[in-house]
Every structure is written in C-alpha cells, then in structure tokens.
Nanobody
Framework: QVHLVESGGGLVQAGGSLRLSCAAS????????MAWFRQAPGKEREFVAA????????TYADSVKGRFTISGDNAKNTVYLQMNSLKPEDTAVYYC?????????????WGQGTQVTVSS
C-alpha cells in the first residue's frame, strides 16, 4: 500500500516562507515523478510543481515560478516544496502526488493535504 503524508503547512504572513514535506512509504519513489498540487476554497485543484522520474527536471506553474522550489531526498523517500515570498493568493490545501508508473506524469497516489494560510 502506497502512502503519502504531507506536513509543514501552517499560518504565515505575506512575504514569509514555509517548507512542505511529503513522506512516501510503500514504494521507493526515486524513479517516479512527484508533484505538488493545491486547491483553494471554491476553486479547482491546480498544479504547482513537479520533479521528473530522473530528478533532473523540475516544472513549475507560472504563478509560483521563482518563489517555490521542489526537491527530493531519495534516502528519506521524501519530497519537499520550499515556498518563499508567500502571497495571500497562495492560501490553499497543498497535496503531494506520485506517479503510478515510471516515465509518466500521471499521478495515481495522493496525500491527504496540508493547509497553508497566508495572511496579508
């Protein structure tokens, strides 16, 4: 059974930083794409950032480019999302996702989410 558990969310003032963590169990994720998505109240879930199965390629939504960084620690089977210069519009529940197959960006596994609230 694959499990993804997010942590690190919280309340922060605009301009502040947070680092989200996603601990994976049930499978080694070093050869699978991992990603972060978010969903704000009343809005659709949206893509935030992804790291490829090789770990060499990262992709970001335009809204977070230059402020957020996705990274992984294979030894800990954990993916991180460093969020800097946070804005109130970054407020959302953030979800970690993992691809079900290598060389794929189709995400079959999801965490339960962690709340990020940015106050103005």
């Amino acid at each position: 059974q694959v499990h993804l558990v997010e942590s690190g969310g919280g309340l922060v003032q605009a301009g502040g930083s947070l680092r989200l963590s996603c601990a994976a169990s049930g499978r080694t994720f070093s050869s699978y794409a991992m990603a972060w998505f978010r969903q704000a109240p009343g809005k659709e879930r949206e893509f935030v950032a992804a790291v490829s199965w090789s770990g060499r390629t990262t992709t970001y939504a335009d809204s977070v480019k230059g402020r957020f960084t996705i990274s992984g620690d294979n030894a800990k089977n954990t993916v991180y999302l460093q969020m800097n210069s946070l804005k109130p519009e970054d407020t959302a529940v953030y979800y970690c996702a993992a691809a079900g197959r290598t060389h794929s960006y189709e995400y079959d596994y999801w965490g339960q989410g962690t709340q990020v609230t940015v106050s103005s």
